[in-house]
Structures are given as structure tokens and as C-alpha cells.
């Protein structure tokens, strides 16, 4: 479980710099909020799925 802990740190830095990147698109170009906000959820979407994937691994998995 100290594997597990330490495995979601991963997925919380990229989302962190998943949004830091939308914010700064959209400072730089607000008129293409709408898609860029598309692709920041998917990447959020995406990396939330890998956790939790691994979450549900750690419990199905037992070492």
C-alpha cells in the first residue's frame, strides 16, 4: 500500500500541469477556450483512469 501511496503522486503532477497548461492557453488565447478546455478534460480523464486502474490492481493483486 506505501507503493500505492507513492504511485499517486504521479497522476497528481500531471494533472497540476495539465490545468497549469490550460490556464496559460487560455491567458494567451481566449478565444480558444472552448477546445482547449476538450483537451485539458480528456487529459485529466485519462490520467485519473490510470490511477484508478491502479488502485483497483493493488486491491485485485495481493503480493
Excluded at 11 to 20: D, E, R, S, T, Y
Aim: without cysteine; aromatic residues 8%.
Amino acid at each position: 500500500m506505501i507503493g500505492l501511496g507513492l504511485a499517486a503522486i504521479g497522476p497528481g503532477v500531471g494533472i497540476g500541469l495539465i490545468f497549469a497548461a490550460y490556464i496559460a492557453g487560455v491567458a494567451r488565447q481566449p478565444e480558444a477556450q472552448s477546445r482547449l478546455q476538450t483537451i485539458a478534460i480528456l487529459g485529466f480523464v485519462l490520467a485519473e483512469a490510470l490511477f484508478i486502474i491502479s488502485v483497483a490492481l493493488a486491491f485485485v493483486l495481493p503480493i
